[in-house]
């Protein structure tokens, strides 16, 4: 046995060492915070059951179903998947609905005539054209020849006017959407920033309307959020700053990875609306993606929508919620 | 005289001084730079003057003088001036003008009867109808019920929807004021950023709309600027935020002194729409101010507008403009 002034020696340091471990903090594991997903198809779902259980009290109070009746000009394989969404969607709501195809040859005076007889048809409700529209054919010419009344996608210009001015109206479907997301998903909006990426006249604009607008009004739809218009004229390094202040941005501008993390506040709502379809570098297939980097964003952002499965399944929600308050005739249009 | 070597240092001490003092920078006198003034009586001068001339021409080819009807509903000095000042200048501008006076307790239908013979006379081109009207008659109904080609005031719906869709339309007189007044004076738009306080559907969002929206559609006036609309829920320590990072701020918003020296960027242009009528502190009498600080925000900003003399010009002389547009029928109402 080692004489006791070593032993001591080396208890004492054996000691000294357990007790240094003891109190060394366990090493850091580095936790990122994900962003919850706001599940569009989940919230979609219900919608649509929502849609389904008034469409079957209103049925059962005597009235016939709501009628949707779809015009799809050519054979453009995206608007047809995108009308057989549709149709499908309204059938399964019990919403009757029909696809009227025509050739891309049709004249603009054949399709109005055609949209002047369902506008004029007591039996259809909502009436819907896909677009595009070839050509040849003026597509603000065919949004105003819908009766506001049947405008399940908002486009005529008076709903877009009724829009602007706080007015109940059928409102166009993706913007409808986002906002029951963000509604759904119980995002705060009064007097947060909110960035829109993108002006266009279906989603963007419409979008900002909605979300800086009174949510006082008689439509109830008001974000009253501070809102900033971007677009394609906006500098990148002004872009950053504003999305970079944004406690919301949407973006709906179809350019993949436009949205990068370090674009994004800490945990910032991301709402993605673009629809990609890019192929994978690697394996060579095809994919949809955002206009955000969603690996990327997730790690800051504090709720994301996934795309696929995030705006695009509530669009189609809202064409039936639309369609039914076409029907059931709420809407007071002078 | 003295001796040689004496002069010969009294004189190098001499050209010494003299070098020093010229190499020496003069004193600064610090100079603050007063933003240029954007004089929109000058302006509105000039836009009636060039009404005038259009008037006379029309009227040289043989066809009558263009008409405006003013309904003034009630007693309010305020309504009445303002409508003074628009019959005035339209008669200056060779245009026919008449104030149609009725009680304020004139009722809702009785007015609509007026309106709708006023839509229906061939003599009639341009009909306003002075707001504020009696609280027991709905404005909007009012708005949505003058003929959207006479509707010089740019308010009922269908023109909102056209002015949001870039479809050339009339467009509401303020508005269309200030875009005139940032064009003749020169200012940038495209890809600045503009802030807009204040979101009233007569003058916050129709700006915001014209000045985000794309310059090259069919209007020929949207300035494609960065654009963020902040209002009565955007909390105080972010307006600043934003109008700090403005290039251009409009404010409506009917806050004197809302917008301070600290709050705008050096050489930002500040456009004051506000029309507030204030008593002053030391002579009690009463005097028009806008909603900025005038001249605190004059030593920063590159442009500012005066309250009187800036916007409120303007929007006389643009509703000459509408009507001789009405006149004309240069506007395709579908």
New interface residues.
Partial sequence: MASSPTFCRIFTRFCRTLASAALKPTPEVHQRSVAKLIDGKAFAKKVRAEVKAEVTEWVNQGNRPPHLSVVLVGDDPASASYVRSKTRAARQAGISAETIRLPSTISQHELLDLIHSLNDSVSVDGILVQLPVPKHIDE??IC?SVRPEKDVDGFH??????L????KTLLPATPFGIMELIKRAGIDT??K?AVVCG?S?NVG?PI?MLL???GDHNSGIGA????????R???PD?LK??TK?ADIIIVAVGIPGLIRADMVKEGAVVIDVGINRIQDEETGTYKLVGDVDFKGVSEKASHITPVPGGVGPMTVAMLMKNTLTAARGDIKF?
Same sequence: chains 1, 2.
Avoid: E
């Fill in positions: 603000r010419t105003d210009v008076m709903n877009v006017g009724r602007c001015l706080d007015q009064l007097g920033n002006r006249k604009l900002a800086h607008t009174d009253d959020s501070t809102v900033t218009i971007c677009h004229y906006t500098p002004q700053v504003f202040t002078s």
